[in-house]
Nanobody
Framework: QVQLVQSGGGSVQAGGSLRLSCAAS????????MGWFRQVSGKERELVAS????????VYLDSVTGRFTVSRDNTKNTLYLQMNSLKPEDSAIYYC???????????????WGQGTQVTVST
């Protein structure tokens, strides 16, 4: 079992920045992939970025490429999502997630964080 606890998020004006954190515990050695998702009420959950935990290879959703950056601190088992140049359309509940096998660019993740709200105002 893997437990994911998120922190960060909040409200910011367009053009601002926020950072999300996702602290993993439990059987973290089983995590082959980690991902950041977001979901707007009434819409499907959307994969924003994924990382292969072994190689560190990262894939981003086109709409966030160049604005969002995934990083990790292996000593703390923590994954981060730095979000810059935020836009109102980035507003959503953001989730971190993990799965024990590839592919990483998929919506089929096993373990989920509790979610955190990000609100970007004009």
């Amino acid at each position: 079992q893997v437990q994911l606890v998120q922190s960060g998020g909040g409200s910011v004006q367009a053009g601002g920045s926020l950072r999300l954190s996702c602290a993993a515990s439990g059987y973290t050695g089983s995590m082959f992939c980690m991902g950041w998702f977001r979901q707007v009420s009434g819409k499907e959950r959307e994969l924003v970025a994924s990382i292969y935990t072994g190689s560190g290879f990262i894939v981003y959703l086109d709409s966030v490429t160049g604005r969002f950056t995934v990083s990790r601190d292996n000593t703390k088992n923590t994954l981060y999502l730095q979000m810059n140049s935020l836009k109102p359309e980035d507003s959503a509940i953001y989730y971190c997630a993990a799965r024990s096998s590839g592919p990483c660019w998929t919506n089929e993740y096993t373990y989920w964080g509790q979610g955190t709200q990000v609100t970007v105002s004009t």
